[in-house]
């Protein structure tokens, strides 16, 4: 016989043990960044299918007309922005800084990172501050462990700088990012909207089902996440 202190912590250790095991395992979070592209149409589709994953918590940020920098600097938008945290929060608007990727990784310590950035270089000369840029945030996500989706810049109506800035994003990104060629699933419409945004009327069906096929093309990294308990 056990005296009865001894007994009595024994019975505690075990009940402690026991409800341990039966805590749901740590969700896989999920975080999710992008410029003007992801501040409408596709952006808003990818948040959605994103938090149909079973088990996860979804961070989505995007920032019009940002390149990777700018996430360094908080550089403010001037054409809008939408986040949308794991809560479900959102915040919309037309200015605001860029938020620093840094502090977004410790905040949703995300197990897998969905980036939609390269579209903006086309404004920059410099073919290696591109590459060098990307591969920044390339390096940063590898480091944390964590798995990267690059989804590239889409289709658009000049297609003159299309076929550089995808080499670049390619040359920055593999080989450990998974890429997905975003204009092998977009074309765009010959008349209405930008030319670039795929935010008009004839644009957003397009724009969703380029977030569709992108999710699609996530999933045997998606089906790798840390699987909830039931």
Request: aromatic residues 12%.
């Amino acid at each position: 016989m056990f005296p009865g202190g001894i007994m009595k912590n024994r019975v505690l250790i075990l009940l402690c043990l026991l409800a341990a095991l039966s805590l749901p395992a740590s969700a896989a979070n999920i975080l999710f960044i992008g410029d003007s592209h992801s501040v409408g149409p596709f952006g808003w589709k990818m948040d959605e299918l994103l938090r149909t994953v079973p088990g996860a918590k979804v961070g989505t940020y995007s920032s019009c007309g940002s390149i990777y920098q700018w996430w360094e600097t908080a550089k403010p938008t001037p054409c809008g922005y939408f986040f949308r945290d794991m809560d479900g929060k959102t915040e919309k608007g037309t200015k605001g800084p860029t938020p620093i990727f840094d502090t977004l990784m410790k905040e949703v310590k995300p197990a897998l990172v969905v980036v939609e950035l390269g579209a903006n270089y086309a404004g920059y000369e410099s073919d290696d501050f591109a590459v060098n840029d990307m591969k920044k945030l390339v390096k940063k996500i590898s480091d944390s462990g964590a798995a990267c989706f690059w989804i590239t810049k889409p289709d658009a109506r000049k297609k003159a700088d299309i076929p550089r800035i995808l080499q670049l994003t390619y040359k920055a990104v593999t080989p450990y990012c998974e890429y997905f060629d975003s204009t092998l699933v977009t074309k765009y419409p010959a008349e209405g909207g930008d030319g670039v945004h795929y935010w008009s009327p004839a644009g957003t069906p397009i724009a969703k089902a380029w977030a569709e096929a992108a999710f699609v093309a996530m999933k045997p990294l998606l089906d790798k996440l840390p699987a909830e308990k039931p």
